[in-house]
């Protein structure tokens, strides 16, 4: 593939299998060496680098993990390396980490510097819990992270947090260069960007062909096939993206990313508490990636992204040859990994109800860190509550069958009758008979029915709580 980008402060034309990864082109093509290799899973952060793209007049950075992201995709984008972030005085990111001793072999630090600066680039708003949690996708094997926790913590406090949020719709590149956090040749990078090649839609889908779309579950199954190809990059596609409401149903394109769904006010209003869910979703740089089409089409058990929808009772418009046909997300999962989708069929949009907005919606996962990990067992329930009596109920449960699971007998059970105590404990008695985990590396089978039952009842309270606060 050929094209034009913005690599640091310079324009390139490049020409390289689309599919290729991002790092082994910046470091063996470019011999840009201060970007660090180490999984190539996405799990370090030791890759992470910083794509600008224009956003609504306006060039929007966010990080990503350069050993998951194809060359295909810098095409019109500005890549920012660890080089371009040096200037020849340190910026104050990188001198608090200096003055804090949170680098001692070297090895993270390019990518805890990428991503710090990337939360400043990312954020709304200011906050010292989210910045930390920001830096949930770097790991540091030999410094302990207290120290690069205070650098971070330090440099939240030196921002002004008025200016800092009026920043974010009115150029916050310009903020960051007046503070000293970007090297000033930012600024230019908008021009240099408009004189790229303008970027139509790529064609529809072929058969046969490889879809790519955030690529966090591809590049790791399947990695050295799609490093060699032209893979077909769905989030260049604008059919595939966006949030809108459409009579009475949101509708969330397929290739739309986590982070997108985190920033959107329609989305939020539909669930409000998903910006706490979402932390427990892989770190941000692969939120920024990951789409749902990508977490539902791979069909894990314990898909996060599934779950909740299924307890949304979303709804899927399939697209083949132009041809969209409905299916309910509940009856799209067949069995391990097998989908009622045709070869050549995409997933073209979710579709969720909007009067959800009078439901409440609960999301739980346990796994074994809290951050950027996988869960043993995850589960969701939406409820609609009238003087007690529950008229819709929807709930869900990963890790605990081969599919995610849409907790049919339960729902069925608990629907038009009054809530109480008694109801809840035979629901979930229901529900452990629905299931069938299997024991593996996340728990036994013992563990696992037994999370979804304490789940289920902290579903409930929490539920009830808001329910009661509500009316
Ligand atoms: C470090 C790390 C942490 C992770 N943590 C979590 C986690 O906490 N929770 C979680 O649920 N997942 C997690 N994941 C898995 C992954 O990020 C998600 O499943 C993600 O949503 C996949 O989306 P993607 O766009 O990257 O998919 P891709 O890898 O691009 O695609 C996955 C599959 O879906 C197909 N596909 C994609 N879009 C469509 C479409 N519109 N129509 C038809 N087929 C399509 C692709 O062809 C491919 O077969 C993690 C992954 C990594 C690397
Ligand atoms: S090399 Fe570890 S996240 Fe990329
Ligand atoms: S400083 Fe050595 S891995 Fe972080």
Same mark, same amino acid.
């Given at each position: 593939?050929?094209?034009?980008?913005?690599?640091?402060?310079?324009?390139?034309?490049?020409?390289?299998?689309?599919?290729?990864?991002?790092?082994?082109?910046?470091?063996?093509?470019?011999?840009?060496?201060?970007?660090?290799?180490?999984?190539?899973?996405?799990?370090?952060?030791?890759?992470?680098?910083?794509?600008?793209?224009?956003?609504?007049?306006?060039?929007?950075?966010?990080?990503?993990?350069?050993?998951?992201?194809?060359?295909?995709?810098?095409?019109?984008?500005?890549?920012?390396?660890?080089?371009?972030?040096?200037?020849?005085?340190?910026?104050?990111?990188?001198?608090?980490?200096?003055?804090?001793?949170?680098?001692?072999?070297?090895?993270?630090?390019?990518?805890?510097?990428?991503?710090?600066?990337?939360?400043?680039?990312?954020?709304?708003?200011?906050?010292?819990?989210?910045?930390?949690?920001?830096?949930?996708?770097?790991?540091?094997?030999?410094?302990?992270?207290?120290?690069?926790?205070?650098?971070?913590?330090?440099?939240?406090?030196?921002?002004?947090?008025?200016?800092?949020?009026?920043?974010?719709?009115?150029?916050?590149?310009?903020?960051?260069?007046?503070?000293?956090?970007?090297?000033?040749?930012?600024?230019?990078?908008?021009?240099?960007?408009?004189?790229?090649?303008?970027?139509?839609?790529?064609?529809?889908?072929?058969?046969?062909?490889?879809?790519?779309?955030?690529?966090?579950?591809?590049?790791?199954?399947?990695?050295?096939?799609?490093?060699?190809?032209?893979?077909?990059?769905?989030?260049?596609?604008?059919?595939?993206?966006?949030?809108?409401?459409? =009579? @009475?149903?949101?509708?969330?394109?397929? &290739?739309?990313?986590? +982070?997108?769904?985190? %920033?959107? /006010?329609?989305?939020? !209003?539909?669930?409000?508490?998903?910006?706490?869910?979402?932390?427990?979703?892989?770190?941000?740089?692969?939120?920024?990636?990951?789409?749902?089409?990508?977490?539902?089409?791979?069909?894990?058990?314990? =898909? @996060?992204?599934?779950?909740?929808?299924? &307890?949304?009772?979303? +709804?899927?418009?399939? %697209?083949? /040859?132009?041809?969209? !046909?409905?299916?309910?997300?509940?009856?799209?999962?067949?069995?391990?990994?097998?989908?009622?989708?045709?070869?050549?069929?995409?997933?073209?949009?979710?579709?969720?109800?909007?009067?959800?907005?009078?439901?409440?919606?609960?999301?739980?996962?346990?796994?074994?860190?809290?951050?950027?990990?996988?869960?043993?067992?995850?589960?969701?329930?939406?409820?609609?509550?009238?003087?007690?009596?529950?008229?819709?109920?929807?709930?869900?449960?990963?890790?605990?069958?081969?599919?995610?699971?849409?907790?049919?007998?339960?729902?069925?059970?608990?629907?038009?009758?009054?809530?109480?105590?008694?109801?809840?404990?035979?629901?979930?008695?229901?529900?452990?008979?629905?299931?069938?985990?299997?024991?593996?590396?996340?728990?036994?089978?013992?563990?696992?029915?037994?999370?979804?039952?304490?789940?289920?009842?902290?579903?409930?309270?929490?539920?009830?709580?808001?329910?009661?606060?509500?009316?």
């Amino acid at each position: 593939m050929k094209g034009y980008a913005i690599i640091n402060d310079k324009k390139i034309q490049f020409e390289a299998p689309g599919g290729k990864h991002l790092l082994d082109f910046i470091r063996d093509d470019l011999q840009l060496k201060g970007t660090k290799e180490a999984c190539r899973e996405g799990d370090c952060g030791s890759c992470m680098v910083l794509l600008g793209k224009q956003e609504n007049g306006d060039i929007r950075y966010r990080t990503i993990n350069s050993c998951m992201f194809p060359v295909g995709e810098i095409q019109n984008s500005h890549i920012v390396t660890i080089e371009g972030l040096n200037e020849d005085k340190l910026t104050p990111i990188q001198q608090f980490m200096v003055d804090e001793w949170a680098s001692q072999c070297g090895f993270c630090t390019p990518g805890f510097i990428v991503s710090m600066t990337g939360y400043f680039l990312q954020a709304k708003t200011l906050d010292v819990d989210d910045a930390l949690a920001f830096l949930g996708g770097n790991i540091c094997r030999c410094t302990g992270y207290l120290s690069i926790k205070k650098a971070m913590t330090r440099l939240c406090e030196l921002v002004d947090p008025d200016k800092f949020r009026k920043s974010y719709e009115k150029n916050r590149v310009n903020y960051l260069i007046s503070e000293g956090f970007l090297p000033g040749y930012f600024e230019s990078i908008s021009v240099l960007m408009s004189h790229l090649p303008a970027e139509a839609d790529p064609e529809p889908f072929q058969h046969g062909n490889v879809l790519l779309a955030g690529g966090t579950d591809l590049y790791i199954q399947k990695a050295d096939m799609i490093s060699t190809h032209e893979p077909y990059f769905i989030l260049r596609n604008s059919h595939f993206r966006g949030i809108r409401q459409e =009579g @009475d149903q949101c509708v969330v394109g397929s &290739a739309t990313t986590v +982070s997108e769904m985190q %920033e959107s /006010d329609l989305f939020n !209003r539909l669930v409000p508490e998903f910006k706490k869910y979402s932390r427990l979703i892989s770190g941000a740089s692969i939120r920024n990636r990951a789409t749902i089409g990508g977490n539902i089409v791979n069909a894990s058990p314990i =898909g @996060d992204l599934s779950i909740l929808f299924l &307890a949304l009772n979303a +709804s899927l418009r399939l %697209e083949l /040859d132009g041809r969209e !046909r409905m299916i309910q997300l509940k009856n799209f999962f067949l069995g391990y990994k097998k989908l009622d989708l045709y070869p050549g069929e995409l997933v073209k949009e979710l579709l969720i109800p909007m009067e959800l907005t009078d439901h409440v919606i609960h999301f739980e996962k346990v796994s074994r860190r809290t951050h950027l990990d996988i869960a043993s067992v995850n589960s969701a329930m939406s409820i609609r509550l009238n003087n007690r009596k529950i008229e819709e109920i929807h709930a869900s449960a990963g890790g605990v069958g081969p599919v995610p699971m849409y907790l049919n007998g339960f729902c069925h059970h608990l629907q038009d009758h009054f809530f109480d105590e008694k109801l809840m404990e035979t629901g979930i008695q229901i529900a452990l008979n629905e299931i069938n985990p299997i024991s593996d590396v996340r728990g036994s089978k013992t563990y696992k029915c037994l999370l979804l039952e304490q789940q289920l009842r902290i579903h409930f309270s929490v539920l009830a709580a808001q329910i009661n606060k509500i009316s």
